[in-house]
Structures are given as structure tokens and as C-alpha cells.
């Protein structure tokens, strides 16, 4: 079964809306883990827009299920997963300012300096993932960072969705299996919705888990969030 790890990034960002502490994240971490999550998602930023360095250390004796981080690896951001021990960190190469994750690592130019993270990372028992474009070199790149999972990168795949989803799939079938071959585990995210979702894990071979959250607490405000979480769960 494909887990589904939420994202309660946007949790944040309407409590930082106001300051205070409603909603509560925590709360939420809370609620979708007992309406069926697999795991929580953070990506906490530099500037704190949305997740803080508080939230990050206040969630983690809450998670009954999977903790993943996501973010840039600078020396602060190590340093703070290091000390928090998540299940699972997830290594994205986004700069300061952008408004959410829009690129993927190039694992052959940037081989030796994942190398380096990704084994301080496992020194302290921590899975190891890399956000990748569904490209084959960037897949055996990522095998040859020593990474234990990649997490593939599905704009693309959202964006040509309702054009050609047969065109869109594609090269991510590729990758997966390619990933499999190399012994490397698979996760997914980026743009995944109700709509596009039972297709993406249905072709896709293999996928251990999707993070999502934008569309499902986007979902989550018309529909509940019990009831959206039960529905991203049965297109898995
Ligand atoms: N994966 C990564 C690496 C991300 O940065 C994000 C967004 O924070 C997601 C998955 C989830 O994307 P979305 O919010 O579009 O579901």
C-alpha cells in the first residue's frame, strides 16, 4: 500500500495569517494522523512563513505514525533535523525566496556535496530522500548519492494531466522502474489532487508513499478533513 503522508504546511500559514495559535498545527498533526494519515509532512523555510522552528520540535512527540522533513540543506536546517530525528528527511533544492519547491537536484552535478548530507544523515538513522525530475540519469545520480529513497517530482506530470495523461505518465514509469532496479524506494509530490491521483499510483510501480497537501486542505475545506483524508486514502 501506497502511504499517504500530509502536508499541514497551509495549517500554518492561516494561523501565521493572524499570529496566535488557531488552527491549531498540532491539532491538525493530531487529527490527520487519527483520520488516516500514514505520516505528516513539514517543509519548514527559512523565514518561518509557514512551519517554525517551534513547530518543528513541538510536533515531533505527537507522531504516531511517519515524520518527514522537508527542506534545503543548510547547516541550521541539518543541524535542527539532526536533533529532531524524523522517520525520514526529504532533500529539495529550493533557495530562500521562492514560494514552494519549483526545481529538483541534479544529482550528477551535485553527487558529491548529497553524498556528504545524505551520510551524516544516516549516521543518525535517519531514511534519506531526494526531490528528482523524472529523468533516468537523475535517477542512477540519486542512487549514486547513496540516498535510500528519491521523491519524484510531479508538476510535470499534474500539468499534463488533463492534455495527456498517458504522455505525462510516462516518463515517471520509467524512473520508477529504473528507481526499483536500483534497489531505490519511492516517493511522489508536488500538484497531486483528486483528480490526478488514483491514475499516478495506479501506473506507477512500486510507490511507497505520496505527500500532498495543498489540494487536500484545499479539499479539506469543502469537504471536512476526516472525510478528505478517506478520500485521497482509497485512490492509493
Ligand atoms: N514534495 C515537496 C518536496 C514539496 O516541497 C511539496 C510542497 O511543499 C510537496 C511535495 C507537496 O506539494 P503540494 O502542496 O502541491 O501537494
Redesign the pocket.
Known amino acids: 500500500m501506497t502511504k499517504l503522508s500530509v502536508?499541514i504546511?497551509k495549517i500554518a500559514t492561516i494561523r501565521n495569517a493572524r499570529g496566535g495559535e488557531t488552527p491549531s498545527v498540532l491539532e491538525a498533526a493530531i487529527n490527520c494522523q487519527k483520520f488516516g494519515a500514514d505520516g505528516i509532512t513539514i517543509?519548514p523555510r527559512q523565514d518561518e512563513r509557514h512551519i517554525t522552528k517551534k513547530d518543528v520540535y513541538d510536533i515531533k512527540p505527537i507522531i504516531t505514525t511517519e515524520y518527514n522533513i522537508?527542506g534545503y540543506p543548510s547547516k541550521d536546517f541539518i543541524k535542527m533535523v539532526i536533533a529532531v530525528k524524523p522517520e525520514q528527511i526529504?532533500l529539495?533544492p529550493d533557495g530562500p525566496n521562492v514560494i514552494?519547491?519549483c526545481a529538483a537536484w541534479d544529482t550528477v552535478k551535485f553527487q558529491d556535496y548529497l553524498k556528504e548530507i545524505i551520510s551524516e544523515f544516516k549516521v543518525h538513522g535517519i531514511r534519506t530522500s531526494i526531490?528528482v525530475d523524472p529523468k533516468l540519469e537523475m535517477i542512477k545520480g540519486a542512487k549514486l548519492c547513496g540516498t535510500d529513497r528519491i521523491?519524484l517530482y510531479t508538476e510535470d506530470f499534474a500539468k499534463g494531466y488533463s492534455e495527456n495523461k498517458e504522455k505525462a505518465i510516462s516518463p515517471y514509469v520509467l524512473c520508477a522502474k529504473k528507481a526499483t532496479e536500483l534497489g531505490l524506494g519511492i516517493n511522489a509530490?508536488?500538484?497531486?489532487s483528486l483528480e490526478n491521483l488514483a491514475y499516478f499510483s495506479k501506473e506507477i510501480p512500486n510507490l511507497d508513499e505520496v505527500?500532498?497537501?495543498?489540494?487536500?486542505i484545499s479539499d479539506a475545506l469543502y469537504l471536512g478533513l476526516e472525510n478528505t483524508i478517506q478520500m485521497y486514502k482509497r485512490l492509493l
Open positions: 502536508n504546511n517543509h522537508e526529504t529539495v514552494t519547491s526531490f521523491e509530490g508536488h500538484d497531486l505527500s500532498i497537501g495543498h489540494a487536500l
